[in-house]
């Protein structure tokens, strides 16, 4: 199946910084990513859908402002935790498809544990 | 999106089949239903997908009701790297398609 690849897999930061979690899908283009976040023995509840070229689509509850999301190539979408909270520790998930309608593959995560 | 409907947890011994139910009454014609897995610290499994017909994979098969209002997933063999969550999932079309809403999903677990 096609492959998607997230960087950091961990990172621990100081309250107040900034935080930037790379997804790639690496044997396929996505016009489309799709951002979820994870809390502990809770389901994923999706953020914000990714665009290729344009601007992100943000989910009710999500403030666009701190959580900004860069699409800026077909194999490429970054999430940057701004002035990061230790309630913004989570685990962090990207998925991408190779079409729409299409299963999607996930990447495998991003803890990120705020101080 | 519609809402489905699974339980907590389920257990199985290994080698045996699994069962996994979901209810979705308020399905619509153009819902796709999709099952993912997620296990411990990882990204989400694709595992099978489905519209009106029963679907079979080297993964799995998925059983629809001929009304759609259910469905259920069957690992045929189950090992210990099945233990899982399973997430039934409806992918709608419109402004939507594409997205999958999470549910709370099903702990599976599987006892040697």
């Known amino acids: 199946g096609a492959v998607v690849s997230q960087h950091p897999s961990r990172v621990i930061c100081k309250s107040g910084t900034s935080v930037k979690i790379e997804c790639r899908s690496l044997?396929?283009?996505?016009?489309?990513m799709f951002w979820y976040r994870q809390f502990p023995k809770q389901s994923l509840m999706l953020m914000a859908t990714?665009?290729?070229?344009?601007?992100?689509?943000?989910e009710q509850g999500v403030e666009k402002d701190k959580f900004l999301i860069n699409h800026a190539s077909l194999t490429l979408s970054t999430l940057t935790v701004t002035s990061a909270h230790p309630e913004d520790s989570s685990f962090y998930i990207c998925?991408?498809?190779?079409?729409?309608?299409?299963?999607?593959?996930f990447g495998p995560g991003t803890r990120l544990t705020v101080l | 999106d519609a809402k489905t409907t699974q339980p907590n947890s389920m257990e199985s011994n290994e080698e045996e089949p699994v069962h996994l139910p979901c209810n979705h009454s308020?399905?619509?014609?153009?819902?796709?239903i999709h099952w993912y897995r997620q296990l411990p610290s990882q990204g989400p499994e694709y595992v099978i997908h489905?519209?009106?017909s029963n679907v079979n994979n080297r993964m799995a098969s998925l059983a629809i009701a001929e009304d759609r209002k259910s469905s259920t997933l069957i690992l045929h063999r189950a090992t210990l790297r099945d233990a899982a969550v399973y997430y039934c999932?409806?992918?709608?079309?419109?402004?939507?398609?594409?997205?999958?809403?999470f549910g709370q999903g099903t702990i599976l677990t599987v006892h040697p």
């Open positions: 999932i409806l992918r709608g079309g419109g402004t939507s398609y594409g997205k999958l809403t």
């Open positions: 044997d396929f283009q996505a016009t489309t």
């Open positions: 489905g519209l009106t």
């Open positions: 998925s991408a498809s190779p079409g729409m309608g299409n299963e999607q593959f």
């Open positions: 990714s665009n290729e070229g344009s601007k992100a689509t943000y």
């Open positions: 308020t399905i619509s014609g153009t819902d796709y």
